[in-house]
């Protein structure tokens, strides 16, 4: 009797080690088949706008690297000693999202006068989760249009938002927006010097809308003030004259712009023609009747 019933609570054993390896298997086999996510996350600041995280969320798949939409990622900012939750946001159809933060001064920091975020994808039945941190601290750009020996030249400032200090030795690019790429101003390398300050000329006879251009002061991708940029409109540009003829009388023009010459002679061929027509058609019956 004592030796049935050890020889059933060792099948029972079996049975449950068996029961728990298979749950292993599956898992493991789920897990293997789930697929890496990337998260890239950028940390971009445009004064007197706000700041934003630029993110996108890609895979590898069948060798290749494509976008991941639709992935729901939550966005927290991390300290010692809290974890906050800023939001969440769900990738467009191209694995994007712009992410807009809070004022930094509602935002938690480290001793230091860090920043640190956290972009997080809990992961679902397809992708695996994913983190990416940021960090970065709080810059500001001062830019302003001087006139000197009647040339234009953008003086800009960058200086630590919180010690105040000048920010040297980094590059600004000073670029005007245009409409597929801006238009790089100044030398290759714009670098500060110890006030933080850099000059750029602007060349003339640039065009723009009513005169007016836009000019961006750019600190790019830097590695502890991520991108910052400050955004001057500057009177100083050449106008741009309308040479559009799109409600003119051209040959280009569509049907119902055609030029008053050509329906006027194609119209009077047309009539003539008609009119031999009718004149033809009356002499006939006139034969007939004669």
Same mark, same amino acid.
């Given at each position: 009797?004592?030796?049935?019933?050890i020889s059933?609570?060792?099948?029972?054993?079996?049975?449950?080690? $068996?029961?728990?390896?298979?749950?292993?298997?599956?898992?493991?086999?789920?897990?293997?088949?789930?697929?890496?996510v990337?998260?890239?996350?950028?940390?971009?600041?445009?004064?007197?706008?706000?700041s !934003?995280?630029?993110?996108?969320? $890609?895979?590898?798949?069948?060798?290749?690297?494509? $976008? *991941?939409?639709?992935?729901?990622?939550?966005i927290?900012?991390?300290?010692?000693?809290?974890?906050?939750?800023?939001?969440?946001?769900?990738?467009?159809s191209?694995?994007?999202?712009? #992410?807009?933060?809070?004022e930094?001064?509602?935002?938690?920091?480290?001793?230091?006068?860090?920043y640190?975020?956290?972009?997080? #994808?809990?992961?679902?039945?397809? !992708? &695996?989760?994913?983190?990416r941190? *940021?960090? /970065?601290?709080?810059?500001e750009?001062?830019?302003?249009?001087?006139?000197?020996?009647? =040339?234009?030249?953008?003086?800009?400032?960058?200086?630590?938002a919180?010690s105040?200090?000048?920010?040297?030795?980094?590059?600004?690019?000073?670029?005007?927006?245009?409409? /597929?790429?801006? =238009?790089?101003?100044?030398e290759? #390398?714009?670098s500060?010097?110890e &006030?933080?300050?850099?000059?750029?000329?602007?060349e003339?006879g640039?065009?723009?809308?009513?005169?007016?251009?836009?000019?961006?002061v750019?600190?790019?991708?830097?590695?502890?003030?991520?991108?910052?940029?400050?955004?001057?409109?500057?009177?100083?540009?050449?106008?741009?004259?309308?040479? $559009?003829?799109?409600?003119?009388?051209?040959?280009?023009s569509?049907?119902?712009?055609?030029?008053? /010459?050509?329906?006027? /002679?194609?119209?009077?061929?047309?009539?003539?023609?008609?009119?031999?027509?009718?004149?033809?058609?009356?002499n006939?019956?006139?034969?007939?009747?004669?």
């Amino acid at each position: 009797m004592r030796r049935h019933l050890i020889s059933h609570i060792i099948i029972i054993v079996l049975i449950g080690i $068996s029961f728990v390896g298979l749950g292993l298997n599956q898992a493991i086999a789920q897990e293997s088949t789930q697929i890496k996510v990337r998260i890239k996350a950028d940390y971009v600041k445009v004064m007197d706008e706000g700041s !934003y995280l630029d993110i996108s969320t $890609s895979a590898r798949i069948d060798k290749k690297n494509v $976008s *991941v939409p639709d992935l729901n990622l939550v966005i927290i900012n991390e300290t010692d000693d809290e974890v906050i939750e800023l939001g969440s946001a769900t990738a467009n159809s191209k694995g994007k999202i712009k #992410f807009t933060l809070p004022e930094l001064r509602t935002m938690v920091s480290d001793s230091s006068q860090f920043y640190n975020l956290k972009v997080s #994808f809990k992961g679902n039945e397809l !992708y &695996k989760k994913a983190n990416r941190n *940021v960090q /970065f601290k709080d810059a500001e750009i001062s830019a302003r249009l001087i006139e000197k020996d009647s =040339l234009h030249f953008i003086s800009a400032t960058i200086i630590d938002a919180n010690s105040r200090d000048a920010i040297s030795g980094e590059l600004l690019d000073v670029q005007i927006e245009r409409l /597929f790429k801006p =238009l790089k101003m100044g030398e290759e #390398f714009n670098s500060t010097d110890e &006030k933080g300050t850099v000059l750029v000329p602007i060349e003339q006879g640039i065009p723009g809308i009513d005169g007016i251009l836009n000019i961006e002061v750019v600190l790019n991708d830097n590695d502890t003030y991520g991108t910052v940029k400050a955004l001057v409109k500057a009177p100083i540009g050449k106008a741009i004259v309308d040479e $559009s003829t799109f409600d003119q009388r051209t040959l280009w023009s569509p049907r119902n712009k055609t030029p008053w /010459f050509f329906l006027v /002679f194609a119209n009077a061929i047309i009539l003539a023609m008609w009119g031999i027509i009718i004149y033809l058609v009356i002499n006939l019956f006139r034969i007939k009747k004669v």
